[in-house]
């Protein structure tokens, strides 16, 4: 079957690219690209997702706020333990924003329901009451502790800090240092450095980072949390192509905000289009990871990693099961929906 589905494809592209109007291939940057070959040596960033927390004694699952699409949750141990606490109940949803990345479940058992996986680094922030948390608007960077009371928020360029005895004061956003063990931001009257562990300052409430903030010589201590906007929010678009000479036949590829994906690919002479369903994920400012796990609601694993030129997709492989393939022609191009 995957033989087949590779071959109708690969032939497919071909032909589509050969009716397209012509482009010029888009030049090698500089950098190191990421690509099939070499997928496995290259590590995926972590990116913040948010969303509803199902915890269960087998397996845990996670709903991005706004989503239906539904992921197998892999927690590490700690993590675990730490958002158990704030569970009353077996199975009892709650709201977390994690740091993770996505992968490929296994064909076997309970893991077979979900189209990936998400695999979690870092917790962010949790809370009780999921309904409330989702239909809040996006927060930025945060610190904040008591006795003595203070804070510090992110927006943009500026800090805007709150300190003892003193109203709102605007600092300048100098500069950002990121370390594997801290989070150090440097201002025009002092610096915060976050270091990332539990940290909860009420009992309904964990906070993923400890904050430190120095000001004038004095040392204040408390929780915080990272903005909870997902950076790669702006590769969420529908992208297509189609022949330009008789029109026969087309490809659509959905990357949805909640990092689910689709891909269609439709004849006019039936108007039901093969489906494939999965995930997707950036890899850098460049490229995009486009994994689908199911072709017509079956297991069958393909994946392809797109460079982005403006508003074009490019792609000259595809790797279906185990074995990768080229695309003939200049390979697959897709154009972002106006």
Not at 25 to 30: F, I, K, L, R, V
Not at 297 to 322: C, M, P, W
Request: hydrophobic share 35%.
């Amino acid at each position: 079957m995957k033989t087949i589905r590779a071959l109708i494809l690969l032939l497919t592209m071909a032909f589509l690219q050969a009716c397209s109007l012509p482009v010029s291939s888009p030049q090698p940057p500089a950098k190191k690209q990421a690509a099939l070959e070499n997928l496995a040596n290259i590590k995926t960033p972590d990116i913040l997702f948010r969303g509803r927390i199902t915890l269960g004694p087998q397996s845990s699952s996670f709903t991005p706020c706004g989503s239906r699409q539904q992921y197998l949750l892999k927690l590490t141990p700690a993590m675990q333990h730490t958002l158990m606490t704030l569970v009353k109940a077996p199975y009892q949803e709650i709201y977390g924003e994690v740091f993770g990345h996505l992968a490929i479940p296994s064909l076997t058992g309970y893991n077979a329901d979900f189209q990936a996986m998400l695999v979690t680094k870092q917790l962010n922030y949790a809370a009780p009451d999921p309904l409330k948390s989702c239909s809040q608007a996006y927060q930025p960077t945060q610190a904040s502790g008591i006795q003595p009371v203070w804070s510090v928020m992110l927006s943009g360029q500026k800090v805007i800090a709150t300190l003892p005895g003193r109203k709102n004061q605007q600092w300048t956003l100098q500069q950002i240092q990121t370390h594997p063990d801290r989070r150090l931001y440097l201002t025009s009257h002092g610096q915060l450095s976050l270091t990332p562990d539990t940290c909860k300052p009420d009992k309904e409430t964990i906070l993923g980072w400890m904050a430190t903030l120095t000001h004038n010589k004095q040392r204040r201590y408390g929780c915080a949390r990272l903005s909870n906007i997902d950076a790669s929010r702006s590769w969420a678009a529908t992208y297509f192509a189609s022949s330009t000479k008789n029109n026969n036949f087309s490809v659509t590829l959905h990357l949805y905000p909640d990092h689910s994906a689709k891909t269609l690919y439709t004849y006019t002479n039936d108007p039901t289009p093969l489906v494939e369903t999965g995930f997707w994920q950036a890899l850098n400012d460049d490229q995009v990871q486009v994994v689908m796990t199911q072709h017509q609601q079956q297991y069958l694993l393909s994946q392809r990693i797109f460079t982005r030129d403006g508003d074009r997709l490019h792609t000259q492989k595809e790797q279906v099961g185990a074995q990768i393939y080229q695309i003939n022609n200049g390979g697959l191009i897709l154009y972002k929906e106006k």
